[in-house]
């Protein structure tokens, strides 16, 4: 079964949009900030045409896979954890042979605003790996300046040990923590280590009233990868590491009490695994 087949077609093809949902007394908002286009085979180099062809519900008019860019808002007790920070204020045409299309940025802080916060009222970034579309809005991106002023940037040791100098240079000059796997980094919030698509990559467990949901970063970058575990992504710094990552991740979504988030997840970015004959199929969670 493919995902339009849950009613979700359009939205595979558009970007993100704001949606909240709560875990008990913790609020969980994607807070948009852009899109990435891919080009789907250069995206995931071991499809194939007969399945993009056989699947036209994933790609937008032009042929592309469209990538939302953005971040997580955790929200508990008054307090206020961001998750990733958008590529910040950018627009980059597409360019012939290179795995993206065009990429848009710069609409994160107005959907901070929108959801009643201010940069200033964020505690600490927490980030999934130090790609740019990632952690953009946190060194200023743009020419503006960093703009969580107050905020503690939180990084995986592993990923701040391995990152090149220019990205430790981008973020100096800002509280940088390194956090340890199975560390709690805010209430209800533990890290996890997974590496794969970059040597210290991590995901985010946020748990509260009985459920739990994975912020998984770019583990995952198309819902398709629900019923293929085996395509890794270009950008996968270790191909077979992120693909052994990948099928446990699928089986803890495949539980009832577990919620995925998948910032890149064009307008379907909260779901749950499910199994029908198939296979498995990525089913937002408001489907």
Avoid at 19 to 43: C, H, K, M, N, Y
Wanted: hydrophobic fraction near 40%; charged fraction near 20%.
């Amino acid at each position: 079964m493919a995902i339009g087949a849950v009613g979700s077609g359009e939205r595979l093809r558009r970007p993100g949009e704001a949606r909240s949902l709560w875990l008990g007394e913790t609020r969980v908002s994607f807070v948009p900030d852009g899109v990435i286009q891919g080009v789907p085979r250069a995206w995931l180099p071991d499809s194939t045409e007969e399945f993009w062809a056989a699947h036209p519900e994933y790609v937008d008019g032009s042929g592309y896979l469209v990538a939302s860019i953005g971040g997580l808002l955790v929200e508990s007790g008054g307090r206020a954890l961001l998750i990733d920070a958008g590529w910040g204020p950018v627009s980059l045409p597409a360019v012939p042979g290179r795995p993206n299309g065009a990429v848009r940025g710069g609409a994160l802080l107005d959907g901070l605003r929108a959801l009643g916060r201010g940069p200033e009222e964020i505690e600490a970034v927490a980030f999934t790996h130090l790609h740019v579309d990632h952690f953009g809005w946190a060194w200023g991106q743009g020419g503006v300046g960093p703009v969580f002023a107050r905020a503690e940037y939180l990084v995986a040791e592993p990923e701040w040990a391995g990152s090149d100098l220019s990205a430790q240079g981008v973020l100096e000059g800002v509280r940088v923590r390194t956090v340890a796997d199975g560390e709690e980094v805010f209430p209800g919030v533990r890290v996890r280590v997974t590496g794969g698509h970059t040597a210290g990559h991590a995901e985010y467990v946020i748990s509260g009233g009985g459920r739990r949901l994975i912020a998984f970063g770019d583990a995952m970058h198309s819902p398709v990868q629900a019923d293929h575990p085996e395509w890794s992504c270009v950008y996968d710094h270790d191909r077979v590491r992120s693909a052994e990552h990948r099928r446990r991740l699928i089986a803890e979504l495949e539980r009832p009490d577990t919620i995925g988030f998948g910032v890149h997840f064009a307008d379907v970015v909260f779901g749950r695994v499910v199994r029908d004959g198939a296979g498995s199929v990525w089913r937002p969670l408001d489907a």
